[in-house]
Every structure is written in C-alpha cells, then in structure tokens.
C-alpha cells in the first residue's frame, strides 16, 4: 500500500491557480506511522503518514476542537449484516483522543454521520520540483518559510 | 485562558502506582492490600463493557509515564495552566477498587485522604479535594468525614452514585449528617460498587451505562426527598456530580404532582420537592448535552430555574472531558459564564484563602 503521489510541475503549476501548495517539510520528518501537527497560514493542519500514504487534515476535531494529530489511526470496521464484522486495513481512519469521533483520513467523513459531519481534508503529496520548492519557499507568510537546503523529497499540502 | 478564571469542580488525579498507597497505609494492612489486588474491584464490576481502550483521554499520559491524573506537574501543566484554572476540585476514584465495609475499608479510605493531602493539596495553592469515605459503611464514613472537617483542603464528601440501596434510606443517615456538620456538600459522583443504575437490571454496552446514568442520580435525588433527609438534615447541601441536568425539568413537574397527590404517604415531607430541589441541590455540566436545536439547551436551563446552580467541570482526564473554551452547546452572557464557571462554586464551596503551604 505504499502508494506515492508524485506530482509533475504541470500538475502543480495548473493547481497553485485554485489552491496554494505549502511545503510543510521534509520527507524523512513524515515516516510510516508519524503523526504530526503542522502551521499552514495560521491553521493547525495534521499530516499522517498510513503505511507509506500520505493524509491530511484540519488539526482540529469539529466537536470540541482536539488535536486529531494526537488521535489514533487504525483501518475500519466494517458489518455488512446482523453479527458479520470485518476489518478493512485499506481504509484509514483517525480517532479523535478526547471523544472517540472517528474520520476518514480521505475525506475528513465522519463515521457516524459523514454527510453532515465532517473535518476539512486536505491534498497532500511529495514532491522534489525544485521550482515549486523555491516558490513556495519565497511565496507565503513569514511563518511559512522553509530553508531549502539540498534536492530532495518534500511534503507538500494544498489549501 | 479564558476570562473569567474558571473552578473546575470535577478532575481526577489518581495513584502513580497502586503500591503508592503504602506510605500512608499502617503495615499491617500491606500484605492484605497486596493479595486483594484487583479482586475487590472484579467482584464488585458492575460494568460489562468499557469506553474506548479505557477510561481516559488518549492524549493526556504523562511525559514521566504513569496513568493520566497521577503527574502533578502534568496536572498542572496540561490542565491547570493551560484554561487558566484558579481552583481545581480534585476527586480521585481510588474507592471504586476498596472494600466499602470494616476496618479494612477504613483504613484504605483513610490512607488515600493522607495521600491526597500530602501529595497533591498541599502542593498548588489551586488544588483542593474530596474526601473519600468507605459509602456502604456509614458510620465508619462519618468517623471519616469528622477526622477530615477542620482540614481546609477538603470541600466536599465524595459519594460514589452506585450504591447498594438509594441514599435516602435510613442507614446512611450517618455520614449524611456528618457532611452536614461538618458544613460540607456531598458530592455524588459516576461510579461505585452496588446497585444496577437502571431501574430494571443491568445492561450490555457501555453506551447504555452511559446514556442512563440520570437513572441513579433520579433515585438519589427522590430517595434523598421523600425520606426526609432535608427536613432532618437542613444545612446538607448535595451536588450531583456527572449527572447531566436536563433532565430535572421532568421529574420535578412529576415529583411535585406525585407529592400533591400522595403527600400523606410521605408524611415528612412538608415541602414541594421542586422546591427543596432548588435549596439544596448544585450540579455539574460535564458531560454537556448537546441538543439538535443548541438554543433547546438555555430553554431548559431556563425551566429549571438552576442558573445559580449549575458548576463548570471537566472531568479531566476521562475520555469524555469537556474543554472549557469549546464545550459550551450556546454562547452565554457574560452573567451567566460568571456564575457556571465561577460563581455558583464559590456559593457551595468553602475555599480557603489562607490555608496553611508546606
């Protein structure tokens, strides 16, 4: 399941029309099972890495705003009938730590009511264009800024 | 932060390990606490399912390790310091996992009020606490409450809700009027060792505890009235603890006909209940309903007539603490957030100013 979303430089550059790419950080800061928080134009974002995937959403539970980032990441169960269970690992789903809210790491749908509730969910790739990297190291908010060090893989989120 | 400085009536600091204990407990008991590990609280489980992988919240493990609660630095740190907590009522449930009768029980409630003192109350000037008392022992219970009435750091009697017999019934008398000596509330919290919570036996998920907790708290409450309790006991002063609130409108409007209507059966009972409700009774908010309609839940505080009596809590560290800043089903006015988050805790509790620091 380590699927990898690399994005070419027209990809990128027909989506910074709509939507703005931010760099969060490097690749090797977001291994398999990392769970983390990050600043993107003043809203906390959390980034997982599931199994080499990458997801991520608004860092704040709907409900009463915890940390999603500290929340657990697990598959999801599933029942097609009266006493059939199943566990479907292909599915990625974070568990609020204060409520037990469940969300697909996707699509930010709630489990218990997806059309209604739900948690912004945002694109997020990995990419070592170096144009993209000098111009959005250049481009946003002084909080923003990444020093860009060396060619490399980095992770990349779109608002 | 927020303004104004909030009380939070209801967090749960627990024991770093359970052999903590033992520094406050007489040797000879060591050796029973060790073999009765574990066994007391199996016996006496009332709940055959549990939250999600336990009770706390899952962000809230201390950095040092130890269960959430049993850091006061991370107490401090993750709770108090970080919503501007000015007074935290500390209530560890401990009693759940003690045996609740004789000398045994006594002594195990009377080790944990000595650690609590030691350790935690009189280490922030913010903290202050329950005290713990063996419930199905009353009159061991009220030795408890006396040996603790002119020690400051307590504020309230800890009452565990899920007791053998409604606390109406004459046998608890004793720790009632100790509390009521003594000038403090009784606190009845979730939790205990006895009864069934529902009024028709036990139920299979969690969810369902959950949901029908107001069950208990409606027994005690009606027990608490029609005994005459409060005619025998009119300084006592009862908070209820995790209850939920909502629901009071319906049963005073009950409770009030059923008294007009079969009032000789309760021939102690001189008053509406409604109105020994509203003298006597404080609850808690945690945790919140949250109504369809948000405004439905101002309507209903509004029919019970409570805005005095309604107390802010988080519950920290349980899973199903509420966030002072996010909590709240409506906007309050300003009236009213001074009161729930402040006030009307200051109205039923007796902090001190000037209590003695080591």
New interface residues.
Partial sequence: MSTRTTLSSKRLASSLVTVTAHVVGKLEEFPPGARRSVTVGGRAIAVFNVYGKLFALRDNCPHQGASLSAGTVTGSITSPGPGCYGYDRNRAVVTCPWHGWGFDLCSGRSEFDPQRTRVRAYDVGITSDAALLRKTADDPGPAEVLRIENEGDYVVVFT | VITPPIIDCDVHNGLRSRDDLKDYLPSRWHRYYDDSAGWVSAAGSVVPSA???GVF???ATPPEGGPPGSSLDYLKAHLLDAWGVERAVLSPLESIEFAQHGEDGGALHTALNDWLVDRWLTQDERLCGSISVPVEDPTRAAVEIRLRSSDENFVQVLVLASTRDPLGNARYRPMLEAAADAGLPIAIHVGGHGGTLTSCGPFRYYLERRALYPHAFQTHLVSMITNGVFEALPELRVIMMESGFVWLPSLLWRLDRAWRDLGPEATRLGRAPSEIVRRHFWFSTQPIDEPAARGDWLQTLDWTGMHDRLMFATDYPH?????P???LPVEFDDDLRKKVFSENAKSVYTFSSARART
């Fill in positions: 939250p999600r992988r919240r899952h962000d899973w199903d603490f509420d966030a800043d996010q909590a």
